[in-house]
């Protein structure tokens, strides 16, 4: 019996009823298919008012015979980002382990018989951007906002945020071609008053017009953020081939111009036709509403009946646009465009419309189409283009949803990234793609490919485990819009049994993928002096070309020699067995190995019982933190081993045997997990490549130059930018990305082999094994890795070890210029720097961030409307503890000083908030952070990650939370206001420590600063650049005096440094000290102040103190 069969014959059956007593839908039972390995119980429930509801109990999910109660250190690393799947960006955040004192999964905990779990909703609206009337663009992502508004029963716009907030959640919205999506998590005990406030929105929302100013503003600061974007730039000049008032070719993300300007000026009244909108499409029938809780299912499904029924059913027919055909059958659409991108990067994207498959959802031939064009093993197109040095990368497919699969048609979509050599060649790299679909065309649809794709997916689904509670009740919520009940669960990776029907539509779609009707874009910065048009939103320039003729004939294409089929996958599992539960087990990891060259700790698993494991080793090196430098020859190290290691352990990928390298101010960490069976040889491969580590001559250069890339398309980003900075000024041994980019240009291939050689040869290794291994496995495991490293037996003196500064106490400011010229997206991130931390302080400060994190964004984000992305945050920098305050805003609407007196004021605010809050209401901050950190893991992988945290941290404390609980439970209001009033406050008599980082965009806002052009084509070219155009990072350090500085000048004017002479980037200790609190300036020179030079950055730093080594403990 396979997998399939196996699931099949353990489904649940749910019952598909109507929970009124009359107007039975059916009393058929529904087999909703859900893995064997998934223990929840699951209803289908359909209300008389047409909302499709399914309800999740996680009630009795976990393990009977599990009764080990492991708990979470507090190391994830919170999305501060845009999210945007890129391949330019894989040098993102390489270097940096702070952590973020509040993981973005609210930090979990395995207790079976005491551990919560926080509950989830999400409704989706079957209705998005594709029905925005054609004169107000971007009409429902307003309404997206709008809704949230308050309610006719909870008339307060911030009501809800600050409820489940204040109770350990959060909530967010999404709007999609045709979907809005709506979702919150919170404690399980206030669920049901969090659903009532909730269903209000779809009940009765204000939609209040005094609102309506504000929130246009912040859809703006949402629409500026997103031109930074080179998907979403490209995806807005993609739908204007189309044929005219196609709805892929709208403007859906929305601004002031669609929906203020333009409205006004036509006499369109836009509140009254957000109404209409909203009275017309937000219909309980075209509603599918998901909830997960540790609750009954009877129970959730009365509260659900009581307050959701209530939700208006208009009776009209949801919005579908099966009509729409043939939407890129236009003579624009089969052309060849050269397009300016945002990100320095070189990119060949061919794409085919088609219409829509959704119907084909069980066999997916978008899906095997694409699984073979993306295949990076042997005899793929990858495989070809990197061994002519032509591309980096290739994804391909469809995402199933969205933008790419609609109810207009489905897109089929070949991104490649190219090398400069590739750019110049780009036409033979289009030719290999349609020789590889005519390879495809010729040999038809394999049952042999096909069978091994469905069997991964049938072993993914056999045995998965769960996910965030949020993540998958906003994944259900959507496939309900798209799936039969029968498919909820499983219809996004599903593939049923081949036959004549699969074989058919797979290569019905093979044969629509001709040369003759695709169309191809090529990215690239060297496109700009050519560019003579523009496209009207974001104002993206390209130039349009005929397609040469040798690229439209289809006989012309005769697959090279070079390109085949994969061959069968040794990779995949087929031993599913667990290990003997008497081997050696410990409810702690237990070190087993402790050796001069390394350490190994191990656990195995008890409570998940999945044939996984997740293997860790961190490999420290002193020689990784020495400079600027060996942190870029680290960073280039680990993108050659990448790439080293893509055709050979491709297969192992696709078997769902994942590795991850990480860089660190200490070394690396290889990172593997999936199934137990052959993980072993994924990781032989890898130390093999490590062990006879090499790189031709090309693709050194063509690696380097990537990095190069990778770094700048970095640090245009305003808020990754400032972040880098800030680290840099407090990590001892931390770079900007501006440093290390500046010596990739002087490199040479000896340089990273002797790097690399001493690297392994000066190292020691720590790692962890956890799952579903023995003691055994687990040694061979760190065998192989000492083995092939052959490391030396370092004395502990050696082994590199994390220092931080001390800030001065006063208000320290570094004012940095954007790299992205043009750009309006300022940050402004200001830090208060607490100090070292035992358990007590670091959980009273943990609290006091869930304290202001609601009151940041209402006053900062909602009332003042300083941009889209605003929140507080705590970091915990080595054992240094602090908390930030971080606005993202535009420069053509605020200036960053502005924004940094505007944070100031809502300070002020907190402290008379803090001063005078209730008992009552500090207990229910407090409860609901223990109530967090007492929900359970919800994975294997979840479990080991946070274990490991420890390991690396070198804290060994494994029952971190427990801990953390106790201080909660002791802590008052007085000790978290009086850790406010001396950190955060702004009295005379604090101790506060205040470094505000302050990146500032181009805008009118901010005219009084120096604005030099070259800055951004410089650092957006590949070819090599002097080091002297590194002082393009141009800095306005500054120390505001406070009456407590031991340092303080007589007078509240502000310090600026003169420009200072430049100094070597290798700057260390030894540099001359600059201590900005001596310097004076004639204070009629504050409005236009010298921008200085990133060697500035570095003679702020070192005459600074150091924290002693800091360990929370």
């Keep these: 019996m396979n997998a399939a069969e196996v699931c099949n014959t353990n489904c649940n059956k749910v019952k598909v ?28 429930v359909v209300l008389d008012n047409g909302l499709r509801v399914l309800l999740i109990s996680d009630l009795n999910s976990d393990p009977e015979s599990s009764s080990e109660c492991e708990k979470p250190c507090q190391d994830e690393q919170k999305n501060e980002d845009i999210s945007e799947s890129e391949t330019d960006e894989t040098a993102d955040d390489v270097s940096d382990m702070e952590q973020d004192a509040i993981p973005s999964d609210g930090g979990k905990q395995e207790c079976v018989e005491d551990g919560e779990k926080l509950a989830a909703a999400a409704l989706c609206v079957g209705v998005g951007s594709f029905s925005d009337p054609p004169d107000i663009p971007g009409l429902a992502h307003f309404l997206e906002h709008m809704v949230f508004m308050g309610s006719e029963k909870y008339p307060d716009e911030n009501a809800f945020d ?123 029938h075209f509603m599918t509403l998901c909830v997960q809780a540790k609750a009954p299912l009877d129970l959730m499904q009365s509260w659900v009946t009581e307050i959701f029924s209530d939700i208006p059913n208009n009776k009209t027919t949801q919005p579908s646009f099966y009509h729409v055909s043939d939407s890129f059958n236009t003579p624009d659409f089969t052309k060849l465009y050269q397009v300016v991108p945002v990100k320095n990067t070189n990119q060949l994207s061919l794409t085919w419309h088609m219409p829509c498959l959704r119907h084909l959802y069980r066999c997916k031939p978008l899906h095997y189409v694409g699984w073979l064009c993306g295949h990076e093993g042997s005899g793929s197109i990858l495989s070809y283009l990197k061994k002519k040095s032509w591309a980096l990368t290739v994804v391909a497919g469809n995402a199933e949803s969205g933008w790419e699969h609609n109810s207009t048609g489905a897109l089929f979509e070949v991104n490649i990234t190219l090398t400069d050599e590739g750019l110049r060649n780009y036409e033979e790299v289009i030719k290999v793609v349609f020789e590889y679909l005519t390879l495809l065309r010729e040999v038809g649809a394999s049952e042999q490919i096909y069978n091994q794709i469905k069997l991964v997916e049938d072993n993914d689904f056999r045995w998965k485990e769960k996910v965030d509670p949020w993540d998958y009740a906003e994944h259900l919520a959507e496939a309900m819009q798209l799936y039969e009940p029968v498919d909820y669960l499983r219809g996004s990776t599903v593939l049923y049994d081949w036959t004549d029907e699969c074989k058919f539509s797979i290569e019905s779609v093979i044969h ?63 031993d599913f067995s667990l290990k003997d ?13 402790n050796t001069s060259r390394s350490k190994l700790w191990y656990k195995q698993d008890r409570k998940f019982k999945v044939p996984k494991v997740c293997v860790y080793f961190h490999i420290l090196s002193p020689v990784v933190s020495t400079s600027a430098k060996s942190q870029a020859l680290l960073d280039l190290f680990l993108d050659i081993l990448s790439h080293n290691l893509v055709e050979v352990a491709y297969n192992a990928y696709v078997a769902q045997l994942e590795y991850e390298f990480k860089a660190t101010n200490e070394g690396i960490i290889i990172k593997l997990r999936g199934f137990s069976h052959k993980l072993h040889k994924l990781m032989e491969i890898i130390m093999d490549r490590i062990d006879e580590f090499d790189v031709s001559d090309q693709d050194f250069h063509t690696l380097n130059e990537q990095l190069k890339k990778n770094y700048f398309n970095s640090f245009i980003k305003p808020e990754k930018l400032a972040r880098d900075v800030r680290l840099m000024l407090l990590e001892n041994k931390s770079w900007t990305k501006v440093h290390k980019r500046a010596f990739l240009a002087n490199l040479r291939k000896v340089d990273l082999m002797n790097f690399v050689s001493e690297f392994k040869r000066m190292s020691h290794i720590e790692g962890y094994v956890h799952g579903n291994y023995t003691v055994e496995e687990a040694l061979n495991m760190e065998s192989c890795v000492r083995n092939r490293l052959r490391n030396d037996a370092l004395p502990q003196a050696m082994l590199p070890v994390e ?87 535009q420069a053509s609407k605020f200036s960053v000083k502005l924004v940094d007196e505007k944070i100031e004021e809502f300070l002020l605010e907190m402290a008379d908030r803090l001063d005078d809050m209730a008992a009552k209401e500090f207990n ?61 406050g702004t009295a005379e008599a604090n101790l506060r420590k205040k470094l505000s980082v302050q990146v500032v965009g181009f805008g009118e806002k901010e005219t009084g600063v120096p604005v030099k052009a070259e800055t951004f084509s410089a650092f957006s070219q590949s070819t090599p650049v002097d080091l002297s155009l590194c002082q393009g990072l141009a800095t306005d350090c500054t120390v505001k005096s406070s009456p407590s500085s031991e340092s303080s000048n007589s007078s509240d004017t502000p310090v600026t440094a003169p420009l200072a002479t430049t100094v070597p980037l ?22 236009c102040r010298s921008f200085l030079t990133v060697d500035d950055l570095h003679k702020f730093k070192c005459g600074l103190s150091l924290h002693p080594v800091s360990k929370i403990l």
């Excluded at 109507?18 to 909703?32: L, M, R, T």
């Excluded at 509140?271 to 009275?279: G, S, T």
């Excluded at 539960?581 to 409810?587: E, M, V």
């Design 17 to 44: 009823s109507n929970s009124g007593d009359s107007n039975s839908i059916s009393e058929a039972d529904v087999d909703v298919v859900q893995s064997p390995n998934d223990k929840r119980k699951y209803k289908v």
């Design 162 to 284: 600050s409820f489940v907030r204040k109770h350990g959640g959060n909530n967010n919205a999404c709007t999609d071609c045709e979907r809005t999506t709506f979702c919150f998590d919170i404690e399980r005990k206030h669920l049901k008053d969090a659903l009532d406030i909730f269903a209000q929105f779809f009940i009765s929302p204000l939609l209040k017009e005094n609102s309506v100013d504000r929130e246009i503003n912040a859809v703006d600061s949402e629409f500026d953020m997103s031109k930074t974007s080179n998907s979403v730039i490209k995806q807005q000049l993609f739908g204007s081939l189309g044929k005219k008032g196609i709805p892929m070719g709208k403007f859906m993300w929305g601004n002031i111009e669609s929906l203020k300007e333009t409205p006004s000026t036509k006499g369109i009244d836009l509140y009254e036709n957000l109404q209409i909108f909203h009275r017309h499409y937000y219909s309980a």
């Design 512 to 574: 629509k993928l001709l040369p003759s009707n695709c169309n191809i874009m090529v990215l690239s910065p060297s496109f700009e002096a050519q560019a003579d048009r523009e496209e009207y939103w974001y104002k993206t320039k390209y130039l349009v070309k005929e397609v040469p003729q040798s690229l439209r004939d289809p006989t012309a294409f005769r697959p090279r020699r070079q390109l085949h089929l994969p061959p069968p996958n040794d990779f995949i599992a087929s």
């Design 581 to 593: 539960p008497n081997t050696l087990y410990t409810k702690e990891p237990k070190l087993i190995l």
């Design 803 to 889: 220092r931080v500064t001390q800030l001065p106490v006063d208000d320290s400011v570094v004012r940095v210029k954007s790299f992205h010229e043009g750009d309006t997206n300022s940050t402004v991130m200001n830090y208060f720097q607490v100090g070292p931390a035992d358990i007590s302080k670091f959980v009273t400060l943990e609290l006091l961030n869930a304290i202001m994190e609601e009151p940041c964004f209402d006053i900062l984000r909602t009332k003042e409307q300083l941009g889209y992305s605003v929140f507080s945050d705590m970091k915990n920098t080595s054992g240094i503890i602090g908390l930030t305050v971080t606005v993202s805003t």
């Design 924 to 984: 229910t901050h407090r409860d609901s952070l223990i109530a967090v950190k007492r929900c359970d893991d919800s994975s294997l992988q979840e479990a080991a990650d946070r274990l490991f945290t420890e390991i690396r941290d070198k804290t060994y404390l494994f029952d971190r939370l427990d801990k953390e609980v106790e201080e909660l439970e002791k802590l008052d209001l007085e000790e978290v206001v009086s850790l406010f009033h001396s950190t955060l």
């Design 1066 to 1087: 290798t700057a260390t200790e030894d540099t001359e000290l600059y201590d900005f609190t001596h310097l004076e300036i004639d204070p009629a020179a504050e409005g």
